[in-house]
């Protein structure tokens, strides 16, 4: 007899009392070929997943998975009619995600998932956890989903994570999977959380060492109280979730003070040329990540430059037109907000400077409007020959930044 099952998040964020986004089905008595028959359209290539011919929601065939070898590729799957749905649940990451709900409403809770809820805890479901690198990436996703409503990572499962690290396990990650993890993670309400779990589990130092790096090395206590540089990146991932910003804005906070990590013992706690040392482990992050270019020439940009907003009244005006043209801000003007928002989240992003004022920001974002600003046209019209038009320009807006300074002070 062939039954059907709501399972994992819905399930979860049901119970939660939060928004359900998505529904994910089990099937539980069924083949491909029969679902196929019943007019689902299979999507799934490595197992059999279906879209539901009127809802498009996605339905899958109760599985079992067996490790044959490493990494998170070495698996075979079963999904024939003889997997049972407890079997299907035990192959699940973490127990509140392991609880079916059947179509009466009836939830079924083979791994006690009901009272990880309850108790808050982030419980791997079974020992077959370990076979997955991914799930270290989840856990520490979910914990930066959850933390907000106290949910911590359990001792048993957290010792579980350090010996896949320890055994190598982890290495067996792909970089497009760890981007995919890291870019989901920056959109939770306490991004910071998925850093500290896998700094917890020592995951960090091998997925991302340019971060990991960071911790330890101490800056000036009387600009930054709390000292340590790896506290003041969490400090300032809170901020940006605070803020709301995009997950391109929290890869540029992520990435910001990469530099720091190089400073040489004799100059610390001064960082001095941070910015510029920054560019290339930076470089490296995304490369290996394999980010898109996009991202990539924003963080690079952000990480030479971000202290340029903190001190944006006292540059000239020519060091300003240099800065609006490296940011290209004629195509991409949206950069100039960008660069002035992570000055604020790197302000904020310090103890006892939470809500610290930062006129700094709307200083650049006129600064850049200014700049903007002028007749291009009427500029070009008034050139006699081709060769002047760029010279033109930017004498115009060259000027256009010195009347703007002058109109501020």
């Given at each position: 007899?062939?039954?059907?099952?709501?399972?994992?998040?819905?399930?979860?964020?049901?119970?939660?009392n939060?928004?359900?986004?998505?529904?994910?089905?089990?099937?539980?008595?069924?083949?491909?070929?029969?679902?196929?028959?019943?007019?689902?359209?299979?999507?799934?290539?490595?197992?059999?997943?279906?879209?539901?011919?009127?809802?498009?929601?996605?339905?899958?065939?109760?599985?079992?998975?067996?490790?044959?070898?490493?990494?998170?590729?070495?698996?075979?799957?079963?999904?024939?009619?003889?997997?049972?749905?407890?079997?299907?649940?035990?192959?699940?990451?973490?127990?509140?995600?392991?609880?079916?709900?059947?179509?009466?409403?009836?939830?079924?809770?083979?791994?006690?998932?009901?009272?990880?809820?309850?108790?808050?805890?982030?419980?791997?479901?079974?020992?077959?956890?370990?076979?997955d690198?991914?799930?270290?990436?989840?856990?520490?996703?979910?914990?930066?989903?959850?933390?907000?409503?106290?949910?911590?990572?359990?001792?048993?499962?957290?010792?579980?994570?350090?010996?896949?690290?320890?055994?190598?396990?982890v290495d067996?990650?792909?970089?497009?999977?760890?981007?995919?993890?890291?870019?989901?993670?920056?959109?939770?309400?306490?991004p910071?959380?998925?850093?500290?779990?896998?700094?917890?589990?020592?995951?960090?130092?091998?997925?991302?060492?340019?971060?990991?790096?960071?911790?330890?090395?101490?800056q000036?206590?009387?600009?930054?109280?709390?000292?340590?540089?790896?506290?003041?990146?969490?400090?300032?991932?809170?901020?940006a979730?605070l803020?709301?910003?995009?997950?391109?804005?929290?890869?540029?906070?992520?990435?910001?003070?990469?530099?720091?990590?190089l400073?040489?013992?004799?100059?610390?706690?001064?960082?001095?040329?941070?910015?510029?040392?920054?560019?290339?482990?930076?470089?490296?992050?995304?490369?290996?990540?394999?980010?898109?270019?996009?991202?990539?020439?924003?963080?690079?940009?952000?990480?030479?430059?971000?202290?340029?907003?903190?001190?944006?009244?006292?540059?000239?005006?020519?060091?300003?037109?240099?800065?609006?043209?490296?940011?290209?801000?004629?195509?991409?003007?949206?950069?100039?907000?960008?660069?002035?928002?992570?000055?604020?989240?790197?302000?904020?992003?310090?103890?006892?400077?939470?809500?610290?004022?930062?006129?700094?920001?709307?200083?650049?974002?006129?600064?850049?409007?200014?700049?903007?600003?002028?007749?291009?046209?009427?500029?070009?019209?008034?050139c006699?020959?081709?060769?002047?038009?760029?010279?033109?320009?930017?004498?115009?807006?060259?000027?256009?930044?010195?009347?703007?300074?002058?109109?501020?002070?």
């Amino acid at each position: 007899m062939t039954e059907t099952y709501l399972v994992g998040g819905a399930v979860r964020d049901h119970l939660l009392n939060r928004p359900v986004k998505d529904r994910d089905w089990v099937v539980v008595g069924s083949t491909a070929e029969k679902m196929i028959q019943q007019g689902y359209q299979q999507v799934g290539a490595d197992f059999p997943v279906f879209l539901h011919p009127d809802t498009r929601e996605e339905y899958a065939l109760a599985r079992t998975e067996r490790k044959t070898k490493a990494g998170y590729h070495g698996f075979v799957v079963d999904a024939s009619a003889s997997v049972t749905l407890e079997q299907d649940l035990a192959r699940r990451d973490l127990t509140i995600n392991a609880i079916a709900q059947a179509e009466d409403g009836t939830l079924i809770d083979p791994l006690n998932g009901l009272d990880d809820l309850r108790k808050k805890r982030l419980r791997h479901a079974s020992p077959a956890f370990s076979e997955d690198p991914v799930r270290i990436l989840r856990v520490a996703r979910f914990a930066a989903r959850f933390a907000h409503l106290g949910f911590q990572v359990a001792e048993d499962t957290m010792a579980l994570m350090i010996d896949m690290v320890d055994s190598g396990e982890v290495d067996a990650l792909v970089p497009e999977r760890v981007f995919a993890e890291l870019r989901s993670a920056l959109t939770e309400p306490d991004p910071q959380c998925f850093i500290q779990v896998l700094r917890q589990c020592g995951a960090l130092a091998r997925i991302l060492p340019e971060v990991d790096a960071l911790y330890g090395v101490p800056q000036t206590e009387k600009y930054h109280p709390e000292v340590d540089t790896g506290i003041h990146l969490e400090l300032c991932l809170k901020q940006a979730a605070l803020l709301e910003t995009n997950d391109l804005i929290r890869f540029c906070v992520l990435c910001h003070d990469l530099g720091k990590a190089l400073t040489p013992a004799k100059t610390l706690p001064s960082h001095h040329g941070h910015e510029l040392a920054g560019v290339k482990p930076t470089k490296a992050l995304c490369e290996r990540l394999k980010v898109p270019s996009n991202w990539k020439q924003l963080a690079l940009l952000v990480t030479e430059f971000h202290t340029h907003t903190h001190r944006v009244r006292e540059l000239k005006a020519s060091t300003l037109m240099k800065l609006f043209k490296r940011l290209d801000i004629t195509r991409k003007p949206e950069r100039a907000n960008y660069l002035s928002i992570v000055g604020t989240i790197d302000a904020r992003g310090r103890l006892g400077h939470e809500e610290a004022r930062y006129p700094q920001a709307e200083f650049l974002q006129n600064a850049a409007e200014a700049y903007l600003a002028i007749n291009v046209q009427s500029i070009v019209a008034g050139c006699e020959e081709p060769s002047q038009i760029r010279a033109a320009i930017d004498g115009a807006r060259l000027e256009a930044l010195r009347q703007f300074k002058r109109a501020q002070q």
